[in-house]
């Protein structure tokens, strides 16, 4: 497909965008603000020059925060502009940076958006997180003679495929970038399969990512709240995942443990809650502040948290990776010390998690019943279940500093 074709495409399709975006806003209202932001008219001004940074939703703008905090402290001359493309990222943005940046959506790829945006803001450099490839975006940036880089870049095998399918309009967008630093060896190659001249590859900022100061003592009131027993979390579970959970615990002999389940959308909180009471198991619920008492399952509907639910929690079972998601991010447990274990999709985080498996800091389960009755094994095993914690953090230190690498790679463009 030629740039030409990909306008077309846009401009034909963008009607349907927004009827998507109406319709999923009657569903989550969030999703109804700033939708002139998506068109590419904006309000806010900036008082400074701008370094703009854009991270699509919540786990990209957790990675981000290390990057940002040190684009703040480097460059206090300068604004941080953080884009967005789902109300939970801004939300997310607005709870660990809230007014030190500023926070819009990045426009649809279409021509007269995405020039309205640039026009509007006039970043000195802009900055894209993981697999964020936007042709038309990437064009005019170029031609506008703003340095654009994609940082923390991440390829599977399957996202490979699919860019394949568009080769020369994707070596024309990788071309058009002014850098490119990758999570690993394996993304980078990917990268340069596809066009991309050079890529450094800085390990992933995820890795970086410290919990807020209070989860420690917010993981203290959740384990007073548990009354001593002990936890099993389901972690950023996806839908369709709970069910099959719920249904691996009931079949398991839980003995009085508890199982807390944070799914990764709030808007399904709701509908999981609906999952637990179904199945006759006793619900308590974050958001209410109701006592956990003997329930069964503790539904973790608060937003921010998750480090504080790690914490408290004895074992992790990574949402996400039981079903054909891809997985989430399997290092934010191992930052904490809490063992954690996967199910068998984890393409997102193919080569965290075989690193991971290999230093003995991640299990693999083959699917939800073999994950539960893991997870009891080393409650009961209070040795390996300390043996998978030390080896957990000592993982994750051993593979920190992406942050520090990528804002000196970055320094001399934004100067």
Not at 253 to 266: E, F, N, Q, S
Not at 315 to 336: K, R, T, W
Not at 368 to 397: K, Q, T
Request: charge should be positive.
């Amino acid at each position: 497909m030629s740039l030409a074709l990909y306008r077309l495409s846009w401009l034909l399709l963008l009607p349907v965008a927004l009827i998507r975006l109406i319709v999923r806003g009657r569903r989550e209202p969030a999703y109804l603000r700033h939708v002139r932001e998506r068109l590419g008219c904006y309000s806010q001004r900036p008082g400074l020059e701008l370094i703009w940074l854009h991270a699509v939703s919540v786990g990209e703008t957790r990675a981000a925060q290390p990057l940002i905090e040190g684009l703040l402290a480097q460059f206090p001359s300068c604004q941080v502009l953080i884009t967005h493309t789902t109300p939970t990222g801004r939300a997310t943005s607005e709870q660990l940076f809230g007014g030190r940046v500023l926070r819009a959506y990045l426009p649809y790829d279409c021509l007269p958006a995405v020039r309205g945006f640039l026009r509007h803001f006039r970043p000195r450099v802009g900055i894209l997180l993981e697999t964020e490839l936007w042709p038309e975006l990437v064009h005019a940036a170029a031609a506008g003679g703003m340095p654009l880089f994609l940082v923390n870049a991440r390829l599977s095998r399957r996202s490979a495929r699919g860019y394949a399918r568009l080769a020369g309009l994707t070596r024309a967008t990788l071309r058009g970038l002014s850098g490119i630093t990758a999570q690993s060896r394996s993304d980078a190659r990917r990268l340069r399969a596809l066009g991309a001249r050079r890529v450094d590859v800085f390990g992933n900022l995820k890795y970086d990512v410290r919990p807020a100061v209070d989860a420690e003592a917010t993981a203290r009131t959740f384990r007073a709240w548990m009354g001593g027993r002990a936890a099993v979390l389901a972690a950023s579970t996806r839908a369709g995942e709970e069910a099959l959970l719920l249904d691996a615990w009931l079949r398991a002999a839980t003995d009085g443990c508890l199982l807390v389940i944070v799914p990764r959308h709030p808007q399904r909180f709701d509908e999981v809650a609906r999952l637990v009471t179904e199945r006759g198991l006793v619900l308590a619920r974050r958001s209410r502040h109701e006592p956990i008492g003997a329930a069964h399952v503790w539904l973790g509907d608060s937003l921010g948290e998750l480090h504080a639910y790690y914490m408290a929690a004895e074992v992790a079972l990574i949402g996400g990776s039981f079903l054909d998601y891809g997985g989430q991010n399997p290092i934010e447990p191992c930052v904490v010390g809490t063992p954690a274990i996967v199910g068998p999709h984890t393409h997102n985080f193919a080569a965290v998690v075989r690193a991971g498996i290999g230093a003995g800091a991640l299990l693999r389960a083959a699917d939800a019943d073999e994950a539960v009755r893991m997870a009891l094994g080393l409650i009961g095993d209070r040795e390996r279940r300390a043996a998978h914690a030390g080896a957990g953090r000592e993982f994750a230190r051993r593979h920190q500093g992406s942050s520090e690498r990528t804002l000196t790679w970055l320094a001399p463009s934004i100067r």
